[in-house]
């Protein structure tokens, strides 16, 4: 057994334990530290009163023996994680760490954990764990489990610089995506992908978009990968000029009906009040899928928005079988994420600009600096 001391290119040192040629395990040295820096929210608040504090000297979790420790590289910043700051979801973990977008590297595994090691580039996304044997669970249905935990609300997310997760939920990430590529694939994607896929769309059908942000510009780019025309229904200039670029073939305000009747749509916006306008614009048979976890009101729909066979329905959650799906899906289109990066410190800046629309494509914080 050797042991090796070296520096790696951004200047942390690297040991490395080596035996033979099998590398067992490497550490830097930071992990010698027993503190971690974290984003907390402690009461649910509005974000424009900045209600997540930074703390410098949490205890590194430490992973039970079917879970690992990720070393934090980016968090994606997501709508749901506006939601819980600020109190729309009902409190379920408090005081908690938001973030279900998380890239990192594995540093430390549990004692019955197999597939997953030290060194593994990983993410964890919303769905953290399942009970495995309700009924959901035991029909290919994990989403819904009765007694589920997600990351970043009933458990500790990612807006900080390391994480536990259940390694049975972790997902390796494909080598083509930086890390701060890779976070919005996360929930944006794989939620998108779930949405399309209930979309029930066709190669050569249409599809409207209400609402354009970190979900929707991935789903576009699936969309398209499958030969679907979409049209991109937004209230903002810079996301229908988005839209266009990604290759929308139509792109109008929110309300605005399309040029055509549409097959299937998707609102990933919080805003109930777009549901009638969605209605409207499918034609016979189609679908209205609501691609959030939170929606404001939705007001009294006319029946006959609703007859001839449409549907309504929302996406709850995902399954670990989507989330692979995706995730080899976006290396073979390939998906292009658009993303603003922010510091970890500055998440409730990065909140800020997401409910303020302001982010142009995916937020994502960047942990590991
Ligand atoms: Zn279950
Ligand atoms: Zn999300």
Same mark, same amino acid.
């Given at each position: @057994?050797?042991?090796?001391? #070296?520096?790696? *290119?951004?200047?942390?040192? %690297?040991?490395?334990?080596?035996?033979?040629?099998?590398?067992?395990?490497?550490?830097?040295?930071?992990?010698?530290?027993?503190? @971690?820096?974290?984003?907390?929210?402690?009461?649910?608040?509005?974000?424009? #009163?900045?209600?997540?504090?930074?703390?410098?000297?949490?205890?590194?979790?430490?992973?039970?023996?079917?879970?690992?420790?990720?070393?934090?590289?980016?968090?994606?910043?997501?709508?749901?994680?506006?939601?819980?700051?600020?109190? !729309?979801?009902?409190?379920?973990?408090?005081?908690?760490?938001?973030?279900? +977008?998380?890239?990192?590297?594995?540093?430390? #595994?549990?004692?019955?954990?197999?597939?997953?090691?030290?060194? &593994?580039?990983?993410?964890?996304?919303?769905? $953290?764990?399942?009970?495995?044997?309700?009924?959901?669970?035991?029909?290919?249905?994990? $989403?819904?489990?009765?007694?589920?935990?997600? /990351?970043?609300?009933?458990?500790?997310?990612?807006?900080?610089?390391?994480?536990?997760?259940?390694?049975?939920?972790?997902?390796?990430? =494909?080598?083509?995506?930086?890390?701060? +590529?890779?976070?919005?694939?996360?929930?944006?994607?794989?939620?998108?992908?779930?949405?399309?896929?209930?979309?029930?769309?066709?190669?050569?059908?249409?599809?409207?978009?209400?609402?354009?942000?970190?979900?929707?510009?991935?789903? %576009? +780019?699936?969309?398209?990968?499958?030969?679907?025309?979409?049209?991109?229904?937004?209230?903002?200039?810079?996301?229908?000029?988005?839209?266009?670029?990604?290759?929308?073939?139509?792109?109008?305000?929110? #309300? !605005?009906?399309? *040029?055509?009747?549409?097959?299937?749509?998707?609102?990933?916006?919080?805003?109930?009040?777009?549901?009638?306008?969605? %209605?409207?614009?499918? &034609?016979?048979?189609?679908?209205?899928?609501?691609?959030?976890?939170?929606?404001?009101?939705? =007001?009294? %729909?006319?029946? &006959?928005?609703?007859?001839? !066979?449409?549907?309504?329905?929302?996406?709850?959650? $995902? /399954?670990?079988?989507?989330?692979?799906?995706?995730?080899?899906?976006?290396?073979?289109?390939?998906?292009?994420?658009?993303?603003?990066?922010?510091?970890?410190? &500055?998440?409730?800046?990065?909140? $800020?600009?997401?409910?303020?629309?302001?982010?142009?494509?995916?937020?994502?914080?960047?942990?590991?600096?």
């Amino acid at each position: @057994m050797c042991m090796c001391y #070296t520096a790696n *290119p951004d200047g942390r040192h %690297l040991w490395a334990m080596l035996l033979g040629d099998t590398l067992l395990h490497s550490l830097t040295s930071d992990t010698l530290s027993t503190s @971690m820096t974290a984003c907390v929210l402690h009461h649910p608040a509005a974000i424009e #009163t900045n209600p997540l504090q930074i703390h410098d000297d949490l205890p590194i979790p430490e992973p039970g023996p079917g879970g690992v420790l990720i070393r934090v590289a980016a968090c994606g910043v997501c709508r749901t994680d506006l939601h819980v700051v600020e109190g !729309e979801l009902p409190t379920k973990k408090m005081p908690v760490i938001p973030g279900h +977008q998380i890239v990192g590297i594995v540093e430390k #595994t549990g004692s019955a954990v197999f597939g997953v090691d030290p060194g &593994d580039r990983v993410g964890v996304a919303w769905l $953290n764990h399942t009970c495995g044997v309700c009924k959901y669970c035991k029909t290919g249905k994990e $989403n819904l489990c009765e007694a589920a935990d997600f /990351t970043g609300y009933t458990v500790d997310g990612g807006y900080a610089t390391y994480a536990a997760a259940p390694a049975a939920f972790v997902y390796h990430l =494909p080598a083509g995506f930086t890390d701060l +590529q890779a976070a919005p694939l996360l929930c944006a994607g794989i939620i998108g992908y779930r949405a399309l896929k209930l979309a029930s769309l066709q190669s050569g059908g249409s599809l409207g978009i209400y609402g354009f942000g970190s979900a929707a510009h991935v789903a %576009l +780019q699936v969309a398209r990968f499958w030969g679907i025309e979409v049209y991109a229904c937004t209230r903002d200039e810079k996301h229908r000029k988005l839209a266009l670029e990604l290759g929308a073939v139509w792109a109008g305000g929110t #309300t !605005e009906q399309p *040029p055509k009747r549409l097959d299937a749509a998707i609102i990933f916006a919080p805003a109930g009040e777009i549901v009638p306008a969605a %209605l409207r614009a499918l &034609d016979k048979g189609g679908t209205l899928v609501l691609g959030g976890i939170h929606m404001s009101h939705i =007001p009294p %729909l006319d029946y &006959d928005w609703l007859y001839h !066979e449409r549907v309504v329905r929302s996406v709850a959650n $995902n /399954t670990r079988e989507d989330g692979r799906e995706f995730l080899d899906l976006a290396v073979r289109i390939p998906v292009e994420t658009h993303t603003e990066a922010f510091p970890l410190r &500055d998440a409730n800046r990065a909140l $800020n600009a997401l409910k303020n629309d302001a982010i142009r494509g995916a937020g994502v914080l960047m942990c590991d600096s």
